[in-house]
């Protein structure tokens, strides 16, 4: 247990706080992440490469601002007051996206909204394994609820599409059906500019988590030293480079796949809504897996879950490929449950628990670096190339040369896992 962790009385309203912290963090992000590659292409114009290099765009804000803004809350300003303004900030820029129509000004939009939120995922970690005395018990407890968050903006959002494809006359024209179809997904960045600014005035009242003195003054310097001399932690870096890049052809190319096998027109669809909702299936499994981690993270060791994750990324991928049927697909949705909740979620705790307390923001923020930075750019350059090549003359995908590449990567990633990660366990003393 950590010296500097919250007392045991204030547990329970930490616990809440910091779970409505997650809730609202990744219901910003789901309210409209599963649905801007088809904004970009349907309603703004794009081809599939450029929708692609809008999304690596992004990520380039990805690649410095969470480093500066670990340095700003490991040494010198309250982690949680950063991540309020960060929050505020964000709400304003995303309120504007959907009056934004040519390819410079979301480019531009792209890359502001990237330095402003991209810093907050790792800053939300950072706060929360600063107050939870128990890591493995206590951080599953709050991050499960990120995940809600995510499902609840996910079917909101499908539903209200839903309800407006309803509206539509099958007599409207193309143009004027276009128009309101856009309209209607439009509000999701109106949605998340509201989760925004709810985030951004509840995080002033979170508890406070100070800057702390370290033995250099650069904590980003301090946090590399770290991982250079972990065999762990650099292994895991470097496999998570791959497989945040594979992770992007499912949330860039996964709506577009469903719609392509008819399961918008099922059950599916009255449950989830259409657009990104029954890519919900997954998140729902996630919460699954995280309620589950305080048993599993204690019964089995860091290597055995992260194999779990990556044999489940592997599967998805096979399934996505080579059964695409609604009876196969929708089983596999749900193992993104495993793959965020033993890799991913495992990761987190893997860099917090390897890695000295007056550094831990930074250290989690280097990993965001590979995961939301490099990971995202590269992957969703690469989304979008493949997908161009994936086309055929009608200008339809073939989703089993789509997605039979990001397979044959995670299993590469599985393979290089079991050969090079350490088995045992050495925490800092």
Known sequence: MRSDAAPASKLLTHLGGFSVMMFLQYAIWGAWLPLFFRWLTEY????????????????????????????IADRWFDSEKLLGICHLAGAVLIWRLPSLSGQGSILIFSLLYSIIYAPTLSLTNSVAFHHLPDRDHDFAKVRVWGTV?????????????????????????????????????SDAFRLSAILGLVLGLFCFILPRTPPQPGRQKFAVVEASVEVWRSRR?????????????????????????????????????????VGGGPMTIGQIAEIVVLASMPLIATRFGRKALLAVGLAAYVLRFAVFAYLPHEAAVVPALALHGLCFGCFFFVAFMIV??????????????????????????????????????????????????????????ALASFVALLVFYPRKRNLPS
């Open 44 to 71: 703004r114009g794009f081809s599939p490469g450029e929708a692609g290099n809008v999304f690596a765009i992004a990520a380039v804000g990805a690649l410095v601002a969470p480093l500066v803004a670990a340095q």
């Open 233 to 273: 932690l650099l292994v895991l870096f470097a496999i998570a480079f791959p497989v945040s890049c594979v992770h992007q052809f499912y949330f860039v190319r996964t709506e577009g796949f469903l719609g392509s096998i008819g399961i918008e027109s099922s059950f599916i669809a009255r449950i989830f809504g």
């Open 149 to 185: 968050g995510w499902i609840a903006a996910g079917i909101g959002m499908g539903q209200w599409l839903l309800h407006h494809e309803n509206r539509i006359d099958p007599g409207t024209s193309a143009a004027v059906a276009g128009a309101l179809r856009d309209a209607a997904l």
């Open 352 to 409: 917090d628990e390897e890695t000295s307390g007056d550094v831990r923001a930074s250290a989690q923020s280097l990993f965001s670096l590979i995961i939301f930075g490099f990971g995202v750019i590269v992957g969703n350059f690469a989304a979008g190339w493949v997908g161009e090549w994936a086309q055929r003359p009608d200008a339809s995908t073939d989703f089993r040369k789509l997605f039979a590449l990001p397979m044959l990567v």
